[in-house]
């Protein structure tokens, strides 16, 4: 359940690029040999000013090829190797497909008056040719899609790819603003640097008179002199600039070279003293892009992981080490790249999605450990490896903008940035680590009383998911362009299908869900979520869905499967301590029971009531010490929230989406901890409330965020 998260923000910003463009194209063939002469080193950390920031030469080719070929750099060359070629070959790619166009539906639109062979080749690939973007009629297209509601975020990936490709040469600002009046005390940090080529109306005159032009002339191609920017200075920069494009063309490693030399020096040199970004944070910035930002960690949790699972199903000891080495080393990994990014920064990193999920991850995944450490059970251990897993490949592959560094908007930039969104992503992160908890807690339940029958339920959601992918192959990827894109309603499968979805829905409340119920109503459940992702009428959300049902049923049926194996193969463990299973056998496990955690708010007496093994109950303590954890920090999340809006905007409540769904979701934890209180089989019930409060955060996190506007859709 918590995976149909996972899947709408897959189909918000999965984006995986055509492998049809990886080999270099015939454009590169002199830069890629170039390429391997030329020491990068200090070039790369030249800054550019872009996007309300400054940046390095590395981050700004990385980020600018990301927008408009899908990866950062041309195929067979680097990053900055890569902007050199644009900036002063890019005639040479006019007929090469390297603008990208990640939408179907946009790629029919612009595609319907172009010959056959152009045609599939763009929907096949995705990708455009510079000239094919230029055509009339696709300009045409452009600014009749454009204005629709329903293609804004797909035409504004186009726009930005459409920048890049023919503007990149103006977004170039590597010239500082020389002037007295721009100091550390007062930087004004909305002046604009300048590219080189606005400095070229500043040159001294007998310049003009060698290249055989005027200034004049240079003023009507490139604009007025840069006020401020003596001749000198221009001459500092043109003289290298002018020589790193003739050497650069030449393929001539060494003048460019030395021309690089000469830029690197020069430009910092402009700025008036404390301006220019310090060699230290723009050395972190590349090493951080280098290391594709740490997402690559993953790996580490997912092997973890493996070790925790078996420690906690069989309680061995070189196991529960192994994981646990894994897991400090992926806190390492995770943290450091963190750290980076907050010393690049200069301030806490939590004011963008992919921070707040990378960052607040490492909050629940430390506490965790904490846990871990005092009571040696290896169920935090598995889901402290979860929660790092699971956000670095939303890190990773999802979210959009693949985590960017990025400038703060102005309004975050306030204290309450580090107590009241800390707090609140902080328990976000804690709400994931318990319903990782709730999901062990669920299987080994159903395992214990109907393994048979639950691993039915698997296979269900699994057949339901394959239907549902037909279904949306059938319903947004034929018929109309617009169908196609995935991004426009089906005239008849929404209404349908949203209909559809409240009739089954209505029928869950006088169905008996506390337990596993009847196949039937599992049935109607898996139906109602099936109708209400077609209801959405999103391609991405929809088939992502269907496969995390596909792949979370399999595994789930494949586990009960196991189960029903051992105990039929392994009855002499039967009277071994760990997870009796039904009809005889047991798997060891760890127990809690000899020291049951005081924050659990288990009552006494808990672990012998039931037909529960003991060892059930240490998942239900486990679980309850982060659920108080969630209800206290979210609590005083949303308070702090209400005074930071009080002074902000001038109201502490606006019900703004997110604070409703932040809201909602605490309600969730209240309504679980008082049932806890009239249920008798508390600990079931706990674990599907704490799902349910991880579905609602991940709604207000994923759907709230992308879908829906508000005061909150920055974060």
């Known amino acids: 359940m918590i995976g149909a998260a996972f899947a709408l923000m897959t189909g918000a910003g999965l984006a995986f690029p055509s492998l049809a463009s990886v080999q270099p194209f015939a454009a590169s063939e002199r830069a890629i040999g170039l390429d391997k002469q030329i020491?990068?080193?200090?070039?790369?950390?030249?800054?550019?000013?872009?996007?309300?920031?400054?940046?390095?030469?590395?981050?700004?080719?990385?980020?600018?090829?990301?927008?408009?070929?899908?990866?950062?750099?041309l195929p067979g060359l680097t990053p900055v190797a890569s902007l050199m070629e644009w900036l002063f070959n890019r005639d040479a790619y006019a007929d090469a497909p390297v603008v990208r166009v990640k939408d179907?539906?946009?790629?029919?639109?612009?595609?319907?008056?172009?010959?056959?062979?152009?045609?599939?080749?763009?929907?096949?690939?995705?990708?455009?040719?510079?000239?094919?973007?230029?055509?009339?009629?696709?300009?045409?297209?452009?600014?009749?899609?454009?204005?629709?509601?329903?293609?804004?975020?797909?035409?504004?990936?186009?726009?930005n790819a459409e920048a890049v490709a023919l503007m990149m040469d103006r977004m170039f600002r590597i010239v500082p603003d020389p002037s007295e009046k721009i100091t550390p005390a007062h930087p004004e940090p909305d002046y604009a640097w300048y590219t080189?080529?606005?400095?070229?109306?500043?040159?001294?005159?007998?310049?003009?008179?060698?290249?055989?032009?005027?200034?004049?002339?240079?003023?009507?191609?490139?604009?007025?002199?840069?006020?401020?920017?003596?001749?000198?200075?221009?001459?500092?920069?043109?003289?290298?600039?002018?020589?790193?494009?003739?050497?650069?063309?030449?393929?001539d490693a060494a003048g460019v070279q030395e021309a690089l030399r000469k830029l690197s020096t020069t430009l910092p040199a402009l700025a008036q003293p404390g301006i220019y970004p310090s060699h230290s944070q723009?050395?972190?910035?590349?090493?951080?892009?280098?290391?594709?930002?740490?997402?690559?960690?993953?790996t580490l949790y997912f092997i973890g992981a493996l070790f925790g699972v078996v420690a906690l199903a069989a309680s061995w000891r070189w196991a529960w080490w192994t994981s646990m080495v894994l897991l400090l080393a992926g806190i390492g990994f995770h943290g450091y790249g963190v750290a980076l990014r907050w010393y690049i920064l200069d301030r806490i990193p939590?004011?963008?999605?992919?921070?707040?999920?990378?960052?607040?991850?490492?909050?629940?995944?430390?506490?965790?450990?904490?846990?871990?450490?005092?009571?040696?059970?290896?169920?935090?251990?598995?889901?402290s490896h979860a929660t790092g897993f699971v956000s670095l490949m939303l890190g990773s592959f999802v979210i959009p903008g693949g985590g960017t560094i990025t400038s703060i908007m102005g309004i975050l930039d306030d204290v309450m940035l580090r107590i009241h969104?800390?707090?609140?992503?902080?328990?976000?992160?804690?709400?994931?680590?318990?319903?990782?908890?709730?999901?062990?807690?669920?299987?080994?339940?159903?395992?214990?009383?109907?393994?048979?029958?639950?691993?039915?339920?698997?296979?269900?959601?699994?057949?339901?998911?394959?239907?549902?992918?037909?279904?949306?192959?059938?319903?947004?990827?034929?018929?109309?362009a617009e169908q196609a894109s995935g991004l426009v309603k089906s005239a008849l499968v929404t209404p349908v299908a949203a209909y559809a979805a409240v009739?089954?829905?209505?029928?869950?409340?006088?169905?008996?869900?506390?337990?596993?119920?009847?196949?039937?109503?599992?049935?109607?459940?898996?139906?109602?979520?099936?109708?209400?992702?077609?209801?959405?009428?999103?391609?991405?959300?929809?088939?992502?869905?269907?496969?995390?049902?596909?792949?979370?049923?399999?595994?789930?049926?494949?586990?009960?499967?196991?189960?029903?194996?051992?105990?039929?193969?392994?009855?002499?463990?039967?009277?071994?301590?760990?997870?009796?299973?039904?009809?005889?056998?047991?798997?060891?496990?760890?127990?809690?029971?000899?020291?049951?955690?005081?924050?659990?708010?288990?009552?006494?007496?808990?672990?012998?009531?039931?037909?529960?093994?003991?060892?059930?109950?240490?998942?239900d303590w486990a679980h309850l010490i982060i659920l108080n954890l969630v209800f206290v920090m979210l609590f005083v999340g949303i308070i702090l929230g209400a005074i930071w809006a009080d002074y902000s905007w001038g109201r502490p409540w606006g019900w703004d989406p997110k604070e409703v769904f932040a809201l909602n979701t605490w309600i969730i934890y209240a309504i679980l901890i008082h049932t806890r209180f009239i249920v008798k089989n508390k600990g079931l019930w706990t674990a599907w409330l704490s799902v349910l409060g991880c579905l609602m955060m991940a709604f207000n996190w994923c759907f709230v965020n992308f879908f829906i506007v508000g005061l909150h859709s920055y974060a």
Not at 44 to 67: C, H, M, N
Not at 464 to 472: E, H, R
Request: hydrophobic share 50%; glycine share 12%.
């Open 104 to 159: 179907k539906g946009i790629q029919i639109h612009f595609t319907a008056h172009m010959p056959e062979a152009a045609r599939q080749r763009i929907l096949n690939t995705g990708y455009m040719t510079p000239n094919e973007l230029r055509d009339p009629v696709v300009r045409q297209r452009m600014d009749e899609l454009e204005p629709r509601a329903i293609m804004v975020t797909a035409m504004r990936r186009v726009r």
């Open 282 to 298: 723009r050395a972190a910035e590349a090493r951080y892009y280098r290391m594709g930002k740490f997402t690559w960690g993953w």
């Open 350 to 383: 939590v004011a963008n999605m992919f921070e707040a999920v990378v960052g607040a991850a490492l909050v629940g995944i430390g506490v965790g450990l904490l846990a871990e450490l005092y009571f040696r059970s290896a169920i935090f251990l598995v889901a």
């Open 39 to 73: 020491d990068w080193s200090a070039a790369r950390l030249i800054a550019v000013q872009d996007g309300g920031r400054y940046k390095t030469l590395d981050s700004f080719a990385r980020e600018s090829f990301s927008a408009m070929y899908g990866k950062e750099h």
């Open 196 to 251: 080189p080529n606005e400095l070229r109306a500043n040159l001294p005159d007998e310049i003009y008179a060698s290249a055989g032009t005027t200034r004049e002339q240079m003023i009507r191609q490139f604009g007025g002199p840069v006020p401020d920017v003596s001749a000198e200075q221009a001459l500092g920069v043109i003289g290298p600039w002018a020589s790193l494009q003739g050497a650069w063309l030449r393929g």
């Open 421 to 480: 969104t800390t707090l609140i992503i902080a328990s976000y992160a804690l709400i994931f680590l318990a319903a990782v908890i709730a999901l062990m807690y669920l299987f080994a339940y159903y395992v214990h009383t109907q393994p048979t029958r639950s691993a039915t339920v698997g296979l269900m959601s699994a057949g339901a998911g394959a239907a549902l992918l037909l279904a949306a192959g059938m319903a947004f990827r034929t018929g109309g």
């Open 503 to 619: 009739a089954l829905l209505l029928l869950v409340p006088v169905l008996r869900l506390a337990s596993i119920g009847s196949l039937e109503t599992i049935g109607v459940l898996i139906g109602g979520i099936a109708c209400g992702a077609l209801a959405i009428g999103n391609y991405g959300f929809t088939s992502g869905l269907a496969l995390t049902m596909i792949g979370g049923g399999l595994v789930w049926a494949g586990g009960n499967g196991l189960a029903l194996l051992l105990r039929r193969n392994a009855p002499a463990l039967a009277t071994a301590p760990g997870l009796a299973l039904a009809g005889g056998g047991s798997l060891p496990m760890p127990e809690l029971s000899r020291a049951r955690p005081l924050m659990a708010g288990a009552m006494p007496g808990d672990e012998k009531s039931g037909r529960l093994p003991a060892w059930m109950n240490d998942f």
